[in-house]
């Protein structure tokens, strides 16, 4: 696949997340857990759910990284269990759409690296998901890649 890469302007958003230390190769494994997390904490909250799931990573390490799994909602809320609010303020980022499978969203995270890399671009570990509306056919999946710009 071939990625366009661009710098953005991101809104702040305020979402409601799971959060876990994982490895790389465990995240397909992991995601679904942590979305079903979210997704039964919402049921029972009376938070409203008001755009797509996200994936955020940071504090790469080498036994892994953090991950936090959610969706933006419509107002802030005191952490809940295994739910937590996680406030994610208005930034500059490098950004990348990636078409497909899932599954190609390292190889998406790894070409928007070296792109950064070759604008001499500054930025920090913090980078994320947006995912677009579900289809059933892998093909037709967008997510949106982001890393942010220090």
Not at 9 to 34: C, G, W, Y
Not at 46 to 57: E, L, P, W
């Amino acid at each position: 696949m071939k990625y366009e890469f661009d710098i953005v302007e991101v809104k702040a958003v305020t979402l409601a997340v799971s959060e876990a230390f994982t490895k790389q190769a465990d995240i397909p494994i992991r995601i679904t857990e942590m979305f079903d997390i979210v997704y039964t904490w919402l049921r029972e909250s009376s938070a409203k759910k008001v755009g797509h799931n996200y994936v955020v990573y940071d504090q790469f390490g080498p036994n892994g990284m953090r991950m936090r799994v959610g969706f933006p909602v419509s107002e802030s809320f005191d952490d809940c269990g295994l739910v937590r609010c996680l406030e994610l303020g208005a930034t500059r980022a490098a950004h990348t759409k990636h078409l497909g499978p899932y599954s190609g969203l390292p190889t998406a995270h790894a070409e928007l690296n070296g792109w950064c890399s070759r604008q001499s671009l500054n930025r920090d570990e913090f980078s994320w998901e947006e995912y677009g509306d579900w289809h059933d056919d892998p093909s037709k999946l967008v997510t949106d890649v982001y890393i942010r710009l220090l």
